[in-house]
């Protein structure tokens, strides 16, 4: 399990290590493969690499060269992969000396892939779930649940973007600054939807994915320094941090998901609470409001609230309602409905959770059906409550999720049964 862990940390940075050398996607994800299997075999015999993550990116691009020399229609990148390898740096070098490196990003492999598959020529429907599988190593399957869809449909539409990368010659590079605005949105969006995978992962036993919330956050880090002065990469890295602050009071002691109400305030990072905040302020002071800064400006209200029962619930809704005209999806609308009903108007609330229920657009997402399981448990409407659960768990959670699920089940029938016997 330890060098499953190893691997799986570095996947992602090998496989934009070797892309961005290659140009080549299908390329890279199969030679890393390849340096894993050989891990897999060497490792335990010989000991861990000093760095595992240059072991890995230094014999995945050997690996690479020796695809490309096999391959005849490829024979200008087996003339570069030569030069590579007898006048160029040695493989192990290319973890620090990456050709191409003037993007003032000091090779940041995986930010650079991240803008090379947010490439204008990209149907903008796969961007972001190419960039979620080639760069932070998720699954298809993990891919197709971050996005709600079928996962055979999502397989199809990687390979056809990998293969349109390698055909049209897109380069896995950080562009200029004259053409990063035509791929800011798409790059803000792969780095939100790696954090919110990370936050909570649609598969696997645990709830969060910490490797991933903080890889989100690494990143962000790097756009708002490639662009300081935009509000949005700003609103952006502020939402992570706030939300991510969380993280310590969000799973219980067996690894349980803790509704906010419940969590334990104390053991919330202040330090990233702090910073958050003053980067929301210095984001919203340049009068340029988006969905990034909205939603860290909700984040800001739960993670600054010293209480449950203290949080600005009307002014929550009131962002969520602000929200809703850049962003207007179900999921949104799901979560200002439950804003409204926590504010004051449980009935509005419901009906508008009812409305999204019935419309069927968010069947396969058990947060909809939890939430408005929890809002009918208020309302004193236990049997439908557990209707809601049923419909959560034929979703088809993950395995912490599904936990609590038949937990608050089981809870509420025996609150059934006490009340009967009372």
Same mark, same amino acid.
């Given at each position: 399990m330890a060098l499953e862990a190893v691997l799986r940390d570095h996947w992602w940075s090998a496989v934009a290590a070797v892309a961005r050398r290659t140009g080549d996607l299908e390329v890279a994800e199969d030679a890393v493969q390849e340096a894993c299997a050989a891990a897999v075999a060497q490792w335990p015999r010989d000991g861990l690499p000093s760095s595992p993550r240059a072991w890995l990116i230094a014999t995945?691009?050997?690996?690479?060269?020796?695809?490309?020399?096999?391959?005849?229609?490829?024979? @200008?990148?087996? &003339?570069?992969?030569?030069?590579?390898?007898?006048?160029?740096?040695? $493989? +192990?070098?290319? =973890? #620090?000396?990456?050709?191409?490196?003037?993007?003032?990003?000091?090779?940041? @492999?995986?930010? &650079?892939?991240?803008?090379?598959?947010?490439?204008?020529?990209?149907? $903008? +429907?796969?961007? =972001? #779930?190419l960039t979620l599988r080639s760069v932070c190593g998720l699954s298809t399957g993990e891919v197709a649940a971050a996005f709600v869809v079928d996962e055979r449909a999502m397989a199809q539409r990687l390979v056809r973007a990998k293969r349109k990368i390698r055909q049209a010659g897109i380069p896995l590079t950080v562009p200029g600054h004259g053409e990063l605005a035509g791929r800011l949105d798409a790059v803000l969006r792969v780095v939100y939807l790696v954090f919110t995978e990370g936050h909570r992962a649609s598969a696997g036993p645990q709830l969060i994915r910490a490797d991933l919330c903080e890889e989100a956050i690494r990143l962000a880090r790097g756009l708002a320094a490639l662009l300081p002065g935009e509000p949005e990469v700003t609103g952006l890295l502020a939402l992570l941090l706030l939300t991510d602050a969380r993280r310590p009071g969000r799973t219980s002691a067996d690894g349980l998901?803790?509704?906010?109400?419940?969590?334990?305030?104390?053991?919330?990072?202040?330090?990233?609470?702090?910073?958050?905040?003053?980067?929301?302020?210095?984001?919203?002071?340049?009068?340029?409001?988006?969905?990034?800064?909205?939603q860290a400006a909700i984040a800001a209200c739960h993670s600054t609230a010293s209480s449950a029962e203290t949080t600005d619930w009307p002014q929550i809704a009131a962002l969520y309602g602000e929200l809703v005209r850049y962003e207007p999806t179900a999921v949104v609308v799901a979560n200002q409905a439950v804003a409204i009903a926590i504010a004051g108007r449980p009935r509005r609330g419901l009906e508008m959770l009812d409305e999204l229920t019935a419309s069927g657009r968010l069947d396969r997402w058990p947060q909809l059906h939890i939430a408005r399981a929890e809002l009918l448990l208020k309302a004193g409407r236990a049997a439908e409550a557990v209707t809601a659960y049923r419909a959560a768990l034929a979703a088809g959670p993950p395995a912490a999720e599904r936990a609590f699920i038949e937990g608050r089940m089981a809870a509420v029938a025996h609150q059934a049964r006490g009340a009967v016997g009372g």
């Open positions: 995945a691009w050997h690996k690479a060269v020796d695809a490309m020399r096999r391959d005849a229609v490829r024979a @200008d990148r087996e &003339a570069a992969a030569a030069w590579w390898l007898t006048g160029g740096p040695e $493989p +192990a070098e290319l =973890v #620090a000396v990456a050709p191409g490196d003037a993007t003032g990003l000091d090779g940041d @492999d995986e930010l &650079a892939l991240i803008f090379g598959c947010c490439h204008p020529a990209l149907d $903008p +429907a796969v961007r =972001v #779930a998901p803790v509704l906010l109400s419940d969590q334990d305030r104390m053991t919330w990072d202040q330090a990233k609470i702090a910073e958050g905040d003053a980067l929301l302020t210095s984001a919203l002071r340049a009068g340029r409001p988006g969905p990034y800064q909205l």
